[in-house]
């Protein structure tokens, strides 16, 4: 199958710097034993959600094309996804939250495209192909839902870090990888889990992200819809486990109606929840989540909005109360009575208005970081921005002129102003100068031998976020994680079940009507003993084949495994369940 990626109109949007989270499906890679997983799992949630899960579920299924039959290929998907407005890409598991928000903001579902081991069929704390996409994809066929799930990703996208997610981040998807990964030992597992353990403890006080991946968790991932009393399953973890599926359904699992206050409640990513969260629809959602987007410093600003971000140590954006964005590494502010009266970036820094870059303040123009005082001048009403071209003329702020500015709150500009710049109201939103010294009290924090000193107009931080104003002012094709999926080389047995696998697959897809399915029950007794699901796959040939004695000798191997490993028990009758039904079609 083709592994390009095909040109979609929706994929054609995606900033530039998201295409570096984007990797190749490589379908081929498929073994036969995974397509036997996928179409397990397929069969038994169709069949148990069926009558657990939303209505949009099994809806959504058919609209967006994927079979229970064979691993989707994404980049088909999409041919079936842009009828709904959206599209699908490949990536290697865990990917920065930021970055996974924003990928959300423009319709796009990022899925991983690796797929779980036989050994962890019911559950894997790694994301893979069967969580994304027979879990998040058939929903978002709900138009109200994909709404829901695009404007999380928007306001998601902003939400402001601390130093602590990022480590938290890099230590959960190592450990998701080590669980998954069929050469890891149980030390491994411990000291990674320990890891994850201890920066969940001394994480300080919640980051916005923090908060909103909350939100999202008892949400688009582990969330229920309806009444307290008879929930259906909506969110994608559920919905792709078929172990958790059915357990939270039990009252093991406390239901909670879905309020505001699931913002702070923690999850543990590698443990069953115990407790869910249920909508009584999928507008409530997007109450709640403007609800918590009035919390947020994208709506509030201020002095909080300034220190979240110095506290996150990383790429910023401040919008000062006349639309000019300053974007950097904010490293200080000085405040006083409560409202910050100067700001400071360290660094790369660039200016922009509406989301667009003013021509030449890039980060080349301010490269060494930048400062501006924030608020109205002392003694004056009237705001800088709010003066009209007289009043500028009166207060000296016009070009070519020797003026000193006294701000509240100790600040004051001294030197020649160069010029202005305006915004589309007219308001001046920059004022630039020469032979210029800025104080706060006696602390000199520019003096004129620094070159140019320009000054950002604003009587207020209206808005702080996460990420620059114009996502063309700073190269963010940086991300490279620490660790990758990892993928051994198979041993000749592994490769030889893999052969008897695809034997069985290709008689039951009528590519090879000859082979002789008891001679691969025979060779499979013989040399993988421990095997259960080829075993199941062989039976549900031998029943709808009328071939009795190849049945019962399926039965009696099975029965015998049950023996040896009772940790599969389930997993063989839930199979044998299954073909009594003589399949499932959706």
Not at 80 to 100: E, M, R, S, T
Request: charged letters at 25%; hydrophobic letters at 35%; one cysteine or more.
């Amino acid at each position: 199958m083709d592994n390009s990626i095909e040109s979609n109109p929706i994929l054609n949007r995606l900033p530039k710097h998201l295409l570096q989270f984007i990797k190749p499906q490589n379908y081929e890679d498929y073994s036969a034993i995974d397509q036997a997983v996928w179409r397990y799992v397929m069969r038994k949630n169709v069949d148990f959600l069926s009558k657990v899960a939303h209505e949009s579920y099994l809806e959504g299924l058919r609209q967006t094309g994927i079979s229970i039959e064979n691993i989707p290929n994404m980049y088909g998907m999409n041919r079936i996804l842009k009828n709904i407005g959206w599209a699908a890409v490949a990536v290697d598991g865990f990917i920065p939250p930021n970055a996974f928000m924003e990928f959300q903001a423009y319709n796009v579902l990022v899925i991983a495209s690796d797929i779980r081991q036989l050994e962890h069929i019911e559950y894997t704390p790694a994301p893979d192909i069967i969580h994304e996409g027979a879990g998040h994809a058939p929903i978002i066929a709900n138009p109200e839902y994909a709404e829901y799930l695009r404007r999380f990703g928007e306001i998601g996208s902003k939400a402001i870090s601390s130093a602590k997610d990022y480590e938290l981040y890099e230590a959960v998807r190592k450990l998701s990888i080590i669980k998954e990964a069929p050469n890891s030992t149980q030390k491994d597992i411990d000291f990674a889990e320990k890891d994850v353990e201890n920066l969940q403890k001394n994480m300080g006080e919640p980051s916005e992200m923090a908060l909103i991946r909350n939100l999202h968790w008892w949400t688009v991932e582990y969330g229920l819809i309806g009444t307290v009393e008879n929930p259906k399953i909506y969110g994608a973890g559920l919905l792709s486990s078929i172990g958790e599926s059915a357990w939270c359904m039990t009252n093991a699992v406390k239901k909670l109606p879905y309020t505001i206050d699931a913002t702070f409640k923690d999850f543990d990513i590698t443990k069953p929840q115990p407790q869910l969260y249920v909508t009584p629809d999928f507008a409530h959602l997007s109450l709640i989540l403007e609800e918590f987007a009035n919390t947020m410093a994208l709506r509030k600003g201020g002095l909080s909005g300034i220190q979240k971000l110095i506290n996150s140590n990383a790429l910023g954006t401040i919008e000062l109360s006349t639309g000019i964005q300053i974007s950097g590494i904010f490293t200080n502010v000085i405040e006083d009575n409560g409202k910050p009266v100067y700001i400071q970036t360290s660094g790369k820094t660039a200016l922009s208005y509406r989301e667009k870059e003013l021509i030449g303040h890039g980060v080349e123009n301010h490269n060494q970081g930048f400062g501006s005082p924030i608020g109205k001048l002392k003694g004056i009403n009237l705001a800088i921005e709010d003066m009209s071209p007289r009043d500028l003329s009166a207060y000296n702020i016009y070009e070519e002129r020797i003026v000193t500015l006294e701000f509240e709150g100790g600040i004051t500009i001294s030197g020649e102003i160069i010029t202005g710049k305006r915004n589309l109201q007219g308001k001046i939103i920059l004022v630039s100068f020469k032979n210029c010294t800025v104080k706060h009290y006696n602390t000199v924090l520019f003096e004129p031998n620094c070159g140019i000193y320009d000054m950002a107009v604003g009587k207020e931080i209206v808005s702080a976020f996460s990420g620059p104003a114009d996502l063309n002012s700073f190269d963010l094709i940086t991300h490279i994680p620490s660790t990758q999926t990892v993928h051994i080389k198979k041993s000749e047995k592994q490769l030889q079940l893999e052969r008897l696998y695809q034997q069985i697959r290709d008689y039951r897809e009528g590519k090879n009507t000859t082979i002789s399915r008891t001679k691969v029950l025979e060779e499979l007794i013989k040399n993988h003993s421990n095997d259960w699901l080829l075993t199941v796959e062989i039976y549900e040939l031998a029943v709808f084949g009328n071939e009795t004695i190849l049945a019962n000798n399926c039965l009696e191997h099975l029965e015998s495994i049950k023996q040896n490993r009772p940790e599969v028990g389930r997993l063989i009758d839930d199979g044998l369940e299954i073909i009594k039904k003589k399949g499932i079609a959706i």
